[in-house]
């Protein structure tokens, strides 16, 4: 079982940065893919970024690409979304997700199924 705990949402003026981070509980972090997902109001959850087991490898939805960058501290089971330049319609939940049972294995990360565990989500509202 693993929890994941979001922080760092919060309400932005446009153009602004945040860093989010997502703590994880198990000592097995180091072990397995982590992705952030956010969800608009009225909207389905899409696909922001992710990051493989020792963060060699990471991916991004074209939205955010150039201004978000998805990391990850294997010695503090913590993973991070720092987001820059921010637009309004980065306004979302923002939702961090470990891909368990995959293991090391960097697959279909862009995939909500693909993720075992889900953080409770995080607000973030860009204002103009």
């Known amino acids: 079982q693993v929890q994941l705990v979001e922080s760092g949402g919060g309400l932005v003026q446009a153009g602004g940065s945040l860093r989010l981070s997502c703590a994880a509980s198990?000592?097995?972090?180091?072990?397995?893919?982590m992705g952030w997902f956010r969800q608009a109001p009225g909207q389905e959850r899409e696909f922001v970024a992710a990051?493989?087991?020792?963060?060699?490898?990471?991916d991004y939805a074209d939205s955010v690409k150039g201004r978000f960058t998805i990391s990850r501290d294997n010695a503090k089971n913590t993973a991070y979304l720092q987001m820059n330049s921010l637009k309004r319609e980065d306004t979302a939940v923002y939702y961090c997700?470990?891909?368990?049972?995959?293991?090391?294995?960097?697959?279909?990360?862009?995939?909500?199924?693909?993720?075992?565990?889900w953080g409770q989500g995080t607000q973030v509202t860009v204002s103009s």
């Open positions: 997700a470990a891909d368990v049972r995959h293991g090391s294995i960097w697959s279909a990360h862009r995939e909500s199924w693909r993720y075992d565990y």
């Open positions: 198990a000592s097995t972090f180091s072990s397995y893919s």
């Open positions: 990051v493989n087991w020792n963060g060699g490898s990471t």
